[in-house]
C-alpha cells in the first residue's frame, strides 16, 4: 500500500511540515495475517498484534476493568463483556431511551473512581427525548451479571444534525466527570456559551454542576461548560503525570469549511478551541489552535495514553485511534507541543476506534465497520 501523504502543522516549532505516514516495519510473518507479523516503532519497540475477540458490530470503546473483564460498546447498543478468554453473547444492560442508527448508539462506559466500593458505571449514549435526539449519561449499578439501577444524571439538552453527538467520558483526577459533545452539524452552537453543543462538559458524579467551573456565574452561560469551540471530539485522555486533558477531534467534512483539519488538542478550563472561526492552521487572539493537525482528514476515533511497564519505549505517550486513516497513531507530547509523532498500522486492520489498557498493561484496539464482523485485538510486545 502506498503510504499517504499528511499536511501536518503545529510540531515543536510551529512549522508546517510534510511527513509520511508509515505502518511501522514488518518483520517475520511478511504478507500474512496480521497476527503473524511483526511491527516495529519508531522508537524500537517490536510487537504484534493477538486476536481476542471477534464477530462484534461497531465497536466504539474498550474498557478494560481491574479484575480481567473487558467491557466493548457496541454502537448498535450491545454492551459486551469479555471475560476469561471469552466474549458474552447478549447484550449485559439495556438502556432506557437509546436511539440507533447512523451515527447515533452506546458511546462510552467509565467507572466510577470509587468503582471498588460503590460499583458505578457510567453510561453515554444518544436517546430519544421530547422530539430530539440528545447525547444522554446514566449511571448504572454493575451487579457481576449485569446493569441495574438506572439513573439519568445528564441529557445534554442539543438539537441540531442527526450527527456528532461525542459522547465520550473520562473522570479526571480531581473526581469529576467530563463529556464532550459534538455540535450536531451546526455551525454557530460551538461558540455560543448558552447552548452545549460544540463543548466539553465538566459534573459532579450525580450529574451536578461543581461550582469551580469556568463559566459558573457568567450570565448566560451554561454553567457545566468546560471548554468550547470544539467541532466533533470523540475522544479524550488524562495525561498521567499533569493530568491535563487531551482530545482528538474531527475536523471540517467540506461541506461546512474545506475538508481535512483533523486536530490533537490540550484541552484547558475556559478556552475557546475556535470552531467555526478558524481551523485546520488558523489562528486568532483568544482562540486555541491545534496542537497538530492532519490534512487529509484521518477521522480520530479513541484515544489514550500508555503508563504500563509492557513498552518501555512508549512511557507517557499519547495513542490515537483512526477511522478514515485506519491507522494508529503514537504521539510524545510536552504540554501543548507535540514532540514527536509516528502512524502504525496504516491499513493493516482497518478502521479503529475503540482503545483501552487492560490490567496486565497490554494495549487494545477495536475495529470499527471492518465489514467482516469486527474485533479487539492485543498489543504484544516482541523481544
Known amino acids: ?97 437509546i436511539a440507533t442508527g447512523g451515527q447515533k448508539g452506546l458511546f462510552d462506559i467509565q467507572p466510577h473512581p470509587n468503582y471498588a466500593s460503590n460499583k458505578f458505571q457510567y453510561v453515554a449514549y444518544s436517546a430519544s427525548k421530547s422530539g430530539k435526539f440528545v447525547t444522554r449519561v446514566a449511571r448504572f449499578t454493575d451487579t457481576g451479571s449485569g446493569l441495574s439501577n438506572y439513573t439519568v444524571i445528564y441529557d445534554a439538552d442539543t ?23 459534538g455540535e450536531r ?30 463559566f459558573v456565574g457568567v450570565g448566560g452561560a451554561k454553567p457545566e461548560i468546560f471548554s468550547y469551540g470544539h467541532r466533533n471530539p470523540q475522544s479524550l485522555a488524562f495525561h498521567p503525570i499533569t493530568g491535563k486533558i487531551y482530545s482528538a477531534e474531527h475536523g471540517p467534512s467540506g461541506n461546512d469549511a474545506p475538508g481535512g483539519g483533523d486536530e490533537i488538542n490540550m484541552v484547558e478550563a475556559g478556552k475557546n478551541y475556535g470552531w467555526p472561526v478558524i481551523h485546520h492552521d488558523q489562528t486568532q487572539a483568544g482562540m486555541e489552535s491545534p496542537m497538530i493537525q492532519f490534512t ?16 518501555a519505549t512508549w512511557q507517557n505517550h499519547l495513542f490515537v485511534c483512526n477511522l478514515a486513516g485506519q ?35 497490554y494495549l487494545l484496539i477495536g475495529t470499527s465497520e471492518r465489514g467482516d464482523g469486527d474485533r479487539v485485538y492485543r498489543i504484544v510486545p516482541v523481544p
Open 159 to 181: 438539537d441540531g444534525h442527526d450527527k456528532h453527538y461525542g459522547g465520550r467520558l473520562a473522570f479526571g483526577s480531581d473526581g469529576k466527570l467530563y463529556l464532550t459533545l
Open 327 to 361: 491507522s494508529l497513531q503514537r504521539f510524545s507530547v510536552n504540554g501543548s507541543q507535540v514532540v514527536e509523532f509516528e502512524t502504525l498500522l496504516l491499513g493493516k486492520v482497518g478502521r479503529l476506534r475503540g482503545i483501552g489498557i487492560d490490567k496486565d498493561g
Open 296 to 311: 487529509p482528514a484521518t477521522a480520530p476515533g479513541g484515544c489514550a495514553f500508555y503508563s504500563g511497564n509492557r513498552y
Open 185 to 214: 452539524g451546526e455551525l454557530t452552537p460551538a461558540q455560543d456559551l448558552d447552548r452545549v453543543e460544540g463543548k466539553f462538559l465538566r459534573l459532579n458524579d450525580d450529574g451536578s454542576i461543581p461550582g469551580d467551573n469556568p
Open 1 to 97: 500500500m502506498a503510504a499517504r501523504l499528511y499536511m501536518i502543522a503545529g510540531l515543536a516549532a510551529g512549522v508546517g511540515i510534510l511527513a509520511f505516514g508509515c505502518g511501522g516495519s514488518g518483520g517475520s510473518g511478511g504478507t500474512g495475517s496480521v497476527e503473524g507479523t511483526v511491527y516495529t516503532s519508531s522508537t524500537g519497540q517490536k510487537f504484534r498484534l493477538e486476536t481476542i475477540a471477534t464477530g462484534l458490530n461497531t465497536i466504539w470503546d474498550i474498557q478494560p476493568m481491574p479484575d480481567g473483564r473487558i467491557f466493548i460498546t457496541e454502537r448498535a447498543g450491545r454492551l459486551r463483556v469479555w471475560q476469561s478468554g471469552q466474549l458474552n453473547t447478549g447484550s449485559y444492560g439495556a438502556f432506557p431511551g
